[in-house]
């Protein structure tokens, strides 16, 4: 999702959870028919949930907007914006808007990203490019920022491929899971290690919502976990003293066994921020041939 400053793109969002879980790896992607995601409209609205100070945030408000649509013979397009205001509490203020269109296939082969980046109405990033899956490796075109081709490992999932491969990890009672992950973000030449914790499920009809998903008996009908996916860089990790790596940022939210998320929050390390699910509305699904 978003920058100014420390704030990062972050894709649909550490506790240490069953440290004894398994931990399942994976050398390239396997696409599953298993999962069915419903494509949807969601609103998040945020707000500041806690800081230490450091970064010299006071308040932050603003808005998600997760436009998913799609299935596994078409394609999974995904529109995506993100608009933050950061105040410093000492009448500076900082608007981030990010915007972003992605499009990945059923296979897990082949994934198109456009995006910008606008901080205070001027835009600071453009990117735009395909990543397509060969034999050997994952090979990345772009035409934005600048014309570049390069390769990155073949193991590296998309976006909607991790979704895929968390919920089939929670269904079969897996906690941890390990990825490197693609999405296309920044300059388009990130890789990210990636560090999933699946938390209890919670079975349907249990801590029943009081946000928009509220509104959707269906929901009510499905499994859902609590569900934190840290984001490391690969080419310049953060140290911490005691040698651990730090994350570059964390996702937390509640993730439905369809793909629809809610309970959202971003952590950015020396702040964080909470999304409210406030709208959501479950489009109409186009059944494969």
Known sequence: MPKPGPLKRLTLWTTAIGLAAAVCHSSAATPSPDVVFAPHRAIYDLKLLKTNGTRGVEAVRGRILYDFSGSSCEGYELQFRQ?????????????????????????AKKFRFNSENL????????????AERGAQAVKVSLTKPKDKNF????????????????ILA?????????????????????????????????????????????????????????????????????KQEDGEQTPAYAISFELYE???????????????ISGELTSLELKKQKPCP
Do not use: C
């Not at 901080?119 to 395909?130: E, F, I, R, Y």
């Not at 990130?190 to 009081?210: D, R, S």
């Not at 793909?259 to 964080?272: P, V």
């Open 83 to 107: 608009v933050s205001e950061l105040d410093s509490g000492e009448g500076e203020r900082a608007l981030s808007d990010l915007r972003s269109t992605t499009w990945e296939d059923g296979e």
């Open 119 to 130: 901080l205070n109405d001027k835009q600071t990033d453009a990117v735009n490019g395909h």
């Open 151 to 166: 390769s990155i490992p073949r193991g590296a999932v998309f976006p909607t491929e991790h979704m895929r491969l968390i």
């Open 170 to 238: 929670a269904r079969a009672g897996k906690r941890i899971l390990s990825f490197p992950v693609y999405d296309g973000s920044e300059t388009g030449e990130k890789l990210y290690n990636t560090l999933t914790v699946i938390g209890k499920a919670i079975a349907p009809g249990e801590q029943a919502p009081h946000d928009a998903a509220a509104k959707f008996p269906q929901l009510a009908k499905l499994t859902r976990w609590p569900v934190t996916i840290s984001y490391f860089e690969q080419e310049s990790a953060k």
């Open 258 to 272: 369809n793909g629809i998320s809610r309970a959202l929050t971003l952590d950015y390390s020396d702040f964080s």
